[in-house]
């Protein structure tokens, strides 16, 4: 059994005001009957360009915003219907990297607080035990125990991802989705984190939905590939068969705009 499972999945979105003033009428299908399994272990690769509708998948998988229809089974169980109680415990399990290290760390909360307030909301802990947990993340991430005094606003936009990635780990879970997480970076500095994410996935176990809209990382991280477009899924293969012998038009563009992809 997937340990995800997506089923015609869509979202939709009114439009805002028109051009002219008063409401446009109609609305943007952002997500449009996406299906999808996620295998327990493994990196799907979701890539496409800005405004594919690749972050709003990643957003509707983990609830962050509600679909307008279709299904979510994780780990068997209905994830849509979940009540309030069932999800607290299922946030344990799902997680996410955001993409921009500067924005989704509080500059008000020191390092130590960052890492820990997840615990402190979803476990029975002393202050002890989550300082603990907290340099054991630090040191996971590569970074010295040190840094939990220190504010975000002291960290390179590296260091920073590295905080939101370990902050995503604090509570084990089994699926991350990484949502364009080293397209801030610098080239040099993305490479790293890229190989981080992969040996925290060796290390820990995790299951990865590794968004980007870069086919050359998207290859080098995933162990399958989904194209999307428009909202849609246009194709599906593994890394090796979509980058080697891609079938639809659209996934040999994105190929062809990156120079040496291509085998």
Do not use: C
């Amino acid at each position: 059994m997937p340990l995800l499972e997506i089923r015609h999945l869509s979202k939709t979105f009114p439009l805002g005001e028109s051009l002219f003033g008063g409401l446009a009428r109609g609305e943007v299908r952002a997500v449009d009957d996406v299906s999808l399994d996620i295998e327990t272990g493994e990196t799907l690769g979701l890539v496409g360009e800005s405004g594919s509708g690749k972050s709003t998948l990643g957003r509707l998988i983990l609830r962050l915003i509600e679909p307008t229809s279709g299904s979510i089974v994780f780990e068997g169980r209905d994830w849509l219907a979940a009540a309030r109680g069932e999800m607290r415990r299922a946030r344990r399990d799902m997680q996410i990297i955001f993409q921009d290290p500067f924005g989704s760390l509080d500059p008000r909360m020191r390092v130590e607080d960052v890492l820990s307030e997840p615990l402190l909301i979803h476990e029975r802990s002393t202050r002890a035990q989550r300082r603990a947990r907290t340099a054991e993340l630090l040191h996971a991430v590569g970074l010295d125990p040190s840094a939990m005094q220190r504010f975000p606003h002291e960290f390179s936009g590296g260091q920073r991802q590295r905080i939101g990635i370990a902050r995503a780990l604090a509570l084990r879970p089994k699926f991350v989705v990484a949502d364009e997480p080293v397209s801030a970076l610098d080239v040099s500095v993305a490479a790293q984190i890229v190989n981080l994410l992969a040996q925290l996935q060796r290390q820990f176990g995790l299951t990865y939905l590794f968004i980007s809209h870069s086919m050359p990382l998207v290859r080098y991280l995933a162990t399958r590939i989904a194209v999307m477009y428009r909202g849609k899924i246009v194709e599906l293969g593994s890394s090796q068969q979509i980058t080697e012998r891609p079938q639809h038009p659209y996934t040999r563009s994105l190929l062809a705009a990156t120079p040496g992809v291509m085998a």
